[in-house]
């Protein structure tokens, strides 16, 4: 290893300890970590044992809800983990020192990931073992196609998150509710509880051009079929790669033009 | 004539139709200070903000340490630092937190001892470990001081760095920053509204309004060349417009 790749690993892990100061001193914020999950869980967790008695398709794959509610938790807690960790510095107004330190954009944007990556294992974890306690199902029932699923999930919500963070600092704080809402456009044309094919024509087109459709439907497989669908695997692998390529250039983009017109020491409401 | 660290030529930033920095030109020789004075919406910011990378100028060039700093900024932001009441510092962690942070940024060695040496030099020993949000004005301009010294920078930038610290911690403050430049031999470019403050620790003022440089010399000569008492009325006759017709430089 390099002198400066080691360098460029301690800035990134600079901004990954900043965070865990952060939590360390906030428990609200540990608590909300895990409570959304834990919520989502627990509500389908209960529509599971419910619908299992009226409803075959359930009855005989019992946990494919609750594996769809734990795998829309790693896309959802995956994109807001990174578009949080970026709002915790603008609403700190941190963002002017942060960028005239030595901290590269990309070393700024793979410290945001690994942010990401801890608070979306925390959260999904926790409810995970909450879903083995309450209802005895565990998400390591689909085996290793699960780490498949968690990691196109988690990279498409980096992408989104990406996105979304760029625009935030484009706009300001006036744009932040864009971390909460932005996934939830993509979540009735993902397939997350109920086949792509139940939707109208145009919109299984346009859930096709999503990475989170086809992990669905490969998870739908798994529980339903016991069958894992590697060509499911490879389409979104394939879109994430697209995805990932367009979430950087539009935070670079936005970077830029934020340099551009003095945004990053006016960033406010 | 000393070599610049910071060389600034024909600098223009435009928002539309209204221009911030005006073809400003200007260099700061190693080892000195250099004072930014004008009023608000004069472009002192602005200028700083282009000098640290954070602002992309319209036209011109700025060079720091010898790297343009708009092709390689990331040769010389390790050698710089900056301080800036615009910009503040997480405020749910701890001063130690927060200077650890910035410290692992820019790479330091021997940290904690830093850390402490700075917080002594800058009497913050007693708040290290409270929240930074949690401090006075003035602890946290001095904290400020603290995060921008972090990195014994070859070259400061400093936009009020004694705003609402009380008198005497002004003094201490101003002393230690002229006690490091000697110390060390870097370049301090120093943006305030602090006549007094800048006329004892710069050896060089700019004078700015409306983007542009109206005046520039050692505070001495300004007070003299405009025939005033004190550098505070050498400003208002700049800020008011009132140049007599033999300051025009």
Redesign the interface.
């Known amino acids: 290893m390099t002198a400066e790749a080691i360098?460029s690993a301690?800035?990134i892990?600079?901004?990954v300890?900043?965070h865990f100061?952060?939590y360390r001193?906030?428990w609200p914020r540990v608590v909300e970590l895990v409570y959304w999950p834990t919520m989502q869980m627990a509500l389908w967790g209960f529509i599971t044992l419910f619908l299992i008695t009226k409803s075959s398709w359930i009855a005989q794959a019992a946990g494919v809800l609750l594996s769809a509610v734990l795998l829309w938790d790693v896309l959802f807690r995956g994109q807001l983990g990174l578009s949080l960790s970026f709002l915790?510095e603008m609403w700190?107004?941190?963002?002017?020192?942060?960028?005239?330190?030595?901290?590269?954009p990309a070393e700024f944007v793979a410290a945001l990931v690994l942010a990401s990556l801890i608070r979306t294992v925390i959260g999904v974890g926790g409810a995970s073992i909450l879903a083995y306690a309450m209802f005895d199902y565990s998400i390591l029932s689909l085996g290793l196609p699960l780490i498949a699923f968690f990691l196109n999930l988690i990279v498409f919500g980096w992408s989104i998150g990406l996105m979304v963070s760029g625009l935030i600092l484009r706009h300001g704080q006036g744009a932040e509710s864009l971390a909460w809402a932005a996934i939830f456009l993509i979540q009735p044309v993902s397939g997350v509880y109920y086949p792509i094919d139940v939707l109208p024509e145009v919109l299984q087109a346009v859930s096709k051009g999503l990475p989170s459709s086809y992990v669905f439907e490969g998870m739908r497989a798994v529980v339903i079929d016991g069958v894992f669908r590697s060509d499911f695997l490879a389409y979104a692998a394939g879109l994430n790669l697209v995805y990932l390529a367009i979430g950087a250039a539009s935070f670079v983009a936005h970077l830029?033009l934020a340099?551009?017109?003095?945004l990053?020491?006016?960033i406010g409401e | 004539m000393l070599e610049a660290a910071i060389s600034v030529e024909a600098l223009v930033k435009r928002?539309g139709d209204v221009v911030a920095v005006d073809s400003v030109s200007f260099d700061v020789p190693r080892g000195t200070t250099l004072g930014l004075l004008g009023g608000n919406g004069a472009g002192k910011?602005?200028t700083i903000?282009i000098l640290?990378?954070?602002?992309?100028p319209t036209s011109g060039r700025v060079t720091v340490l010898g790297e343009d700093i708009l092709a390689h900024r990331?040769r010389v932001?390790?050698r710089?630092?900056?301080s800036?009441p615009?910009?503040?510092?997480?405020?749910?962690?701890?001063v130690r937190?927060n200077l650890?942070?910035?410290g692992?940024?820019?790479?330091l060695p021997k940290l904690s001892a830093r850390i402490e040496k700075l917080a002594a030099d800058l009497d913050l020993l007693p708040f290290l470990d409270r929240?930074t949000g949690k401090l006075s004005a003035g602890q946290k301009t001095r904290v400020a001081l603290a995060?921008a010294l972090i990195n014994e920078p070859e070259v400061l930038l400093l936009d009020e760095p004694t705003a609402s610290l009380d008198p005497d911690t002004a003094d201490t403050a101003r002393r230690y920053l002229t006690d490091y430049r000697d110390r060390t031999g870097a370049t301090i470019l120093l943006a305030s509204h602090n006549m007094p403050e800048v006329e004892r620790v710069c050896d060089d003022v700019v004078m700015m309004r409306a983007g542009r440089i109206v005046d520039r010399g050692p505070p001495r000569v300004l007070i003299e060349r405009y025939g005033r008492e004190t550098l505070e009325d050498v400003f208002l006759d700049i800020a008011r417009d009132r140049r007599r017709e033999a300051a025009i430089p």
Not at chain 1, 259 to 262: V, Y
Request: proline share 3%.
């Open positions: 360098a301690r800035r892990l600079a901004i300890l900043r100061y952060l001193s906030s915790e700190s107004r941190n963002l002017g020192h942060l960028f005239v330190s030595p901290l590269r830029r340099r551009n017109r003095g990053i020491l006016q | 928002y910011t602005t903000s640290l990378g954070l602002l992309l990331f932001l390790g710089m630092n900056f800036s615009y910009v503040e510092l997480p405020h749910r962690l701890t937190e650890t942070v910035f692992h940024l820019y790479g929240a995060k």
